[in-house]
């Protein structure tokens, strides 16, 4: 029989928190001026948690207000996606990435057709790169909308305002896609050597008006944020990722350039047609949440360049590589390769063995917000409770990513 | 901008003489795949102490572990390792055979802080146990999961979720 006020058996990670309590207090630590101790509480936040987004656990030992410290707990996503890789062709693959990471899916289907055609040596035709390129960078700009409007949610200063505005711009971009691919999230657009439909009648001028509507809307959101005094206080100064903590846990994307690094692997280890296009690596100097979330906006306005810039050159020609369709089933030779792609959250990367069958021997993802996740305990360790639902809302993680 | 990548380029070519003069007999079968990475074997045992001199060169430094990967190869295990520089923006993959009836090695969290998670799931998924790991719980599976699911040989039995 379950008894419903039964405290339940605490698991692994709550025991750690508990075993790390009795450890400092063993050392005369983490107690108040009256030398007690038993102020600390392990209070779990998650799975179910808006500030989260998504199935984030963070088992926290606080003290009062004062996070002290944090464990957390991910998996509770994990859909076997490298186990599934096993029993599927190359090209079967394709349609289970985009169900990784999903708010910038198209990106993920990137890194992944990347590195089989770099395994199986195939060439992609010059439009479908172009092609690449546009929708990559329309998918970065919502994926930016989506990151910088939850994480305005969380702070809220404004209520859900920002979010709004946002997920209806965000829509704009969604409909393009939809008209390209069929699929408003799950495109299941790129094939080897190509992408799956030419662009559609039309779609040039709609993608045209887009990109001309949109630098004013950039503008609105910074009227509204940067010089709101409640959000500039809760984000300037906190929250610091530090040169250091970049180098040693391995953080990419605005995260790490936010922190005054200017990697970028558009830029340092180029693929695609990246080399013959003009923009900058957006950067900032603190470190802290405001100058992630500038850096996300300045990014925005650098993608719209690069989709102007790709519409402009687009070339004729054929987007898929053979007569009609892209190879259905490709044998790439035995040995192994990986390729790194700039990914909204960071560098995403995909790791390939094929043993010569036409199933990958061992498929690994090394994503992003996984790396980024990792910080956590390190970065919220002495904050406020409060503070800590900003900074993890600056760090724009995506659970379907990380628990892969 | 503070930190600039790639502020000492240098050729693949004279990295990969670098570190074969430098580490003559630790790193083994080293080869160059291109663009920008190279591959290279160490034996288990000199892991750590390579691992730590490969990030402390002054030239290169391979700084950020960027990600740990556990293959089954059927006969034995790996333990794969790709690596960073910042200085010459180049990568490197390290390869250490694991035998299969004892798939142990050291630890490298000590030396890049980022392998911690990352070798909790490669023991997670492979098995591959990392001596003086300061928490070697599982990752992305449940604690009371029974098998590692990315070995060849794993058969997916009801009694492996106790949990469902």
């Known amino acids: 029989m379950y008894d419903h006020f039964d405290t339940p058996e605490p698991d692994e990670a709550v025991k750690l928190a508990l075993r790390r309590i009795e450890e400092s207090t063993a050392r005369g630590e983490g107690s108040d001026m009256d030398g007690l101790a038993f102020n600390e509480v392990v209070v779990n936040m998650g799975p179910q948690h808006p500030s989260t987004h998504g199935v984030l656990r963070l088992v926290c030992t606080i003290d009062g207000e004062l996070v002290k410290d944090v464990i957390p707990v991910i998996g509770y996503l994990h859909r076997c996606k490298e186990k599934l890789a096993e029993k599927r062709t190359y090209f079967q693959y394709i349609p289970i990435i985009d169900r990784t990471e999903y708010l910038a899916s198209i990106n993920c289907e990137w890194g992944y057709v990347l590195a089989v055609e770099k395994l199986a040596g195939i060439q992609v035709t010059r439009r479908a790169e172009f092609i690449r390129v546009i929708t990559g960078e329309l998918m970065r700009i919502a994926s930016h909308l989506v990151a910088v409007g939850t994480f305005t949610a969380d702070l809220s200063p404004l209520g859900t305002a920002m979010v709004f505005y946002m997920f209806r711009d965000r829509e704009q971009i969604l409909d393009l896609m939809e008209e390209l691919s069929g699929a408003r999230m799950m495109f299941n657009y790129f094939r080897f050597g190509g992408v799956r439909y030419d662009l559609p009648d039309g779609w040039v001028e709609k993608c045209r008006e887009f990109l001309k509507s949109f630098p004013a809307k950039i503008k609105e959101y910074e009227a509204l944020v940067d010089d709101n005094a409640i959000f500039l206080q809760r984000t300037q100064g906190k929250g610091v990722i530090t040169q250091q903590d970049v180098i040693d846990y391995g953080i990419t994307g605005p995260n790490a350039r936010a922190s005054g690094i200017d990697l970028d692997l558009r830029r340092h280890r180029p693929y695609s047609v990246y080399p013959e296009l003009d923009f900058q690596i957006v950067s900032a100097q603190h470190g802290d949440i405001f100058d992630r979330y500038r850096c996300r906006m300045d990014e925005m306005r650098q993608s719209l360049k690069i989709v102007e810039q790709c519409l402009d050159m687009l070339p004729k020609g054929p987007v898929q590589i053979g007569s009609l369709r892209a190879p259905y089933v490709i044998t790439p030779p035995p040995g192994s390769c990986y390729v790194g792609q700039e990914n909204p959250r960071g560098e995403y990367g995909t790791y390939i063995e094929s043993d010569g069958s036409r199933y990958p021997y061992r498929l690994k993802f090394r994503d992003p917000c996984f790396c980024n996740l990792q910080l956590f305990p390190k970065l919220l360790s002495g904050n406020k409770i409060a503070d800590a639902v900003a900074i993890s809302g600056s760090i724009d993680l995506v659970l379907g990513g990380i628990d892969r | ?164």
């Open chain 2, 1 to 164: 901008v503070g930190l600039v990548v790639g502020s000492n380029p240098m050729s693949m070519d004279a990295i990969a003489a670098r570190l074969l003069e430098r580490f003559a007999g630790d790193v083994e079968h080293v080869r160059i795949q291109e663009p920008d990475t190279i591959v290279a074997r160490i034996a288990r045992e000199k892991l750590k102490d390579v691992a730590a001199r490969l990030k402390a060169d002054p030239e290169v430094g391979y700084e950020t572990l960027n990600w740990v990967a556990g293959v089954d190869r059927h006969t034995a295990f790996e333990s794969v390792y790709h690596v960073y520089s910042w200085k010459t923006n180049t990568w490197i993959e390290l390869h250490v055979e694991l035998p299969k009836d004892k798939p142990e090695v050291d630890t490298v969290c000590d030396i890049w802080p980022a392998a911690d998670w990352h070798e909790r799931e490669a023991w997670d998924m492979v098995g591959i146990r990392y001596l003086g790991h300061p928490d070697l719980r599982r990752i992305l599976l449940k604690d009371d999961f029974i098998g590692h699911p990315l070995r060849k040989d794993y058969v997916d039995l009801a009694e492996n979720h106790p949990h469902v």
